[in-house]
């Protein structure tokens, strides 16, 4: 038994309302409701029991309740005429009492306390319905949100397949990016446009050859220019891609210099988009600390050390200071001692 006004009502008041309303039945399985058809009509469920499905764009149907005498449906139609946000759908033999608007009126006319109890109780259901579309929409993103992350990972195994160095640094790099812009303060969007970007960045070196890319000694400077290609390889990889649109500064800007001598565009300053900034910092933090072909690993300390004498040369000062109060919180050494346990 619903809780809703109509499940107690008096005698009196139901009386009034079953002289304003038209009376309806419906069988097992007949629709009462169909979404998206025009309607202006409310109902309150006499007697019987309906369920309440709404479709989703994507094919999903939801199943949004099921009520039973003394509840109530289309409530938005008393207040404005249009398409149905859902399909309602009899489960057991049931009849309902019908208004139009132009019964409400009449109902406001001849019982105005009982009518005022009546849009109390619609505000409560449409205040209610919202909050559980939105959760619904709110998981729906994250699925997505997972499924992208699953797409990314299949593309990072590619290159840590072809580049056996970038397997621990593309993870290190984007736990310190993504921990830099949130002690930025960024918002969650923006948090996981850093993270896709950030395990992407090094993606156009699929396109660099195997020699280059595992060469012990220096580069030669032809070697060099290859290796500057990859940002810009990584770009094209990606620009047709509209889900990764949003993470291709960090592809494409990790090598930028805020002095304006980096590479692939030489853009300096606040010009480089705000994500190539930050993957910049934990792209040279974690280059720094990891052994190379060509050479061995800083220690953490000289480093962030060397991280901020580049403050204003190399990279944007914000920046620098966010990843130097992860520095000097404990906050990195605690996700650089994570990582290794992972």
């Not at 220019?225 to 993470?247: A, C, D, F, Q």
């Not at 953490?300 to 901020?308: D, F, G, L, T």
Request: include cysteine; proline fraction near 3%.
């Amino acid at each position: 038994m619903s809780d809703s006004i109509f499940s107690g009502m008096k005698d009196e008041d139901y009386t009034s309302l079953a002289a304003c309303a038209k009376e309806r039945r419906f069988l097992t399985g007949e629709i009462i409701v169909r979404e998206k058809t025009m309607t202006d009509t409310f109902c309150i469920i006499k007697s019987g029991k309906v369920e309440v499905t709404k479709r989703f764009s994507d094919g999903d149907e939801m199943i949004l309740t099921l009520m039973e005498e003394g509840d109530f449906f289309g409530e938005m139609a008393l207040l404005d005429q249009g398409p149905r946000s859902a399909t309602v759908r009899a489960i057991a033999e049931t009849t309902v009492f019908e208004l139009a608007k132009n019964d409400f009126e009449c109902l406001l006319h001849d019982a105005p306390d009982l009518a005022y109890s009546i849009m109390c109780e619609l505000g409560k259901r449409l205040r209610d319905t919202g909050s559980l579309l939105v959760s619904h929409l709110e998981k729906k993103n994250k699925q997505l949100s997972e499924a992208y992350l699953d797409t990314v990972h299949a593309l990072v195994s590619a290159l840590e397949a072809k580049d056996t160095y970038t397997c621990g640094h593309t993870s290190r790099v984007t736990v310190v990016a993504k921990a830099i812009a949130g002690k930025m303060n960024l918002v969650e969007d923006d948090l996981f446009a850093i993270e896709i970007g950030a395990l992407l960045h090094d993606l156009g070196k699929i396109g660099v050859p195997d020699a280059v890319l595992h060469k012990a000694g220096p580069l030669e400077k032809d070697e060099y220019s290859l290796i500057k290609e990859h940002p810009k390889k990584g770009e094209i990889i990606l620009k047709n891609v509209e889900y990764l649109k949003r993470s291709i500064p960090s592809v494409l800007s990790h090598h930028e210099r805020y002095d304006g001598k980096g590479y692939p565009e030489g853009t300096a300053g606040a010009g480089i988009p705000l994500f190539g900034r930050i993957v910049a910092v934990a792209d040279r933090f974690d280059a720094m600390i990891s052994d190379r072909p060509y050479r061995g690993h800083m220690e953490v300390a000289s480093a962030v050390s060397e991280v901020k004498a580049q403050a204003g040369t190399q990279f944007d000062k914000e920046v620098v200071k966010a990843f130097l109060g992860l520095y000097e919180s404990g906050d990195l050494a605690k996700l650089l001692t994570e990582h290794k346990k992972a």
